[in-house]
């Protein structure tokens, strides 16, 4: 069996597992993940309010990304109805979007809303959003005014991202 018709086999039962999932009731359905270029994600870096923003880096193929999801999905779900905001800005590439991106997050019912970053030429932009970032992922930027966290490593717990979250005032 060549690649090809491994992918081929692979993008058959993805799309299987989504159909049946929604058609079942266990996904809802989503809007389609947007792409933004830098300058949109300059401008959500830009707010300055009392709103606490979390901007998560992340893709699918990073293990350490994946396996913090839940602790994020958590953490979004507690601050809903407040002044909060959070993003998952995916760095998959971009012609995944449909067999890749969309399916992982309908599957797994992130529940957040997810964009995807289209700026491959990550040596152009990642000092933009944290002068310390060196560039690997997970990454975590985490702000309210000009109260300023970056983190460039993964929450092995949730608590770890909470004690993050409570230096700031969420209303």
């Known amino acids: 069996m060549n690649i090809k018709s491994l992918e081929s086999k692979f993008n058959t039962v993805v799309f299987i597992i989504v159909l049946f999932n929604f058609f079942s009731g266990n996904i809802k359905a989503q809007k389609p993940i947007e792409v933004w270029k830098w300058k949109d994600m300059e ?10 923003y979390v901007v998560n880096f992340w893709a699918t193929w990073c293990r350490p990304c994946v396996k913090e ?8 779900e507690k601050y809903k109805n407040k002044k909060f905001k959070m993003i998952l800005a995916s760095l998959d590439a971009k012609n995944m979007i449909k067999s890749k991106l969309e399916p992982f997050v309908h599957i797994n019912q992130i529940g ?12 152009r932009w990642i000092s933009k959003v944290d002068k ?10 985490v702000w309210q005014g000009e109260n300023w966290i970056f983190i460039e490593d993964s929450f092995e717990l ?9 230096k700031f005032e969420i209303h």
């Open 69 to 76: 999801l839940p602790h994020f999905m958590k953490l979004n």
């Open 112 to 123: 957040i809303e997810t964009i995807l970053l289209d700026e491959p030429n990550y040596n």
């Open 158 to 166: 949730y608590s770890d991202l909470q004690n993050i979250i409570d």
């Open 43 to 52: 401008q959500h870096l830009d707010k300055q309010n009392d709103t606490v």
């Open 132 to 141: 310390s970032w060196e560039g690997s992922i997970p990454a975590t930027a």
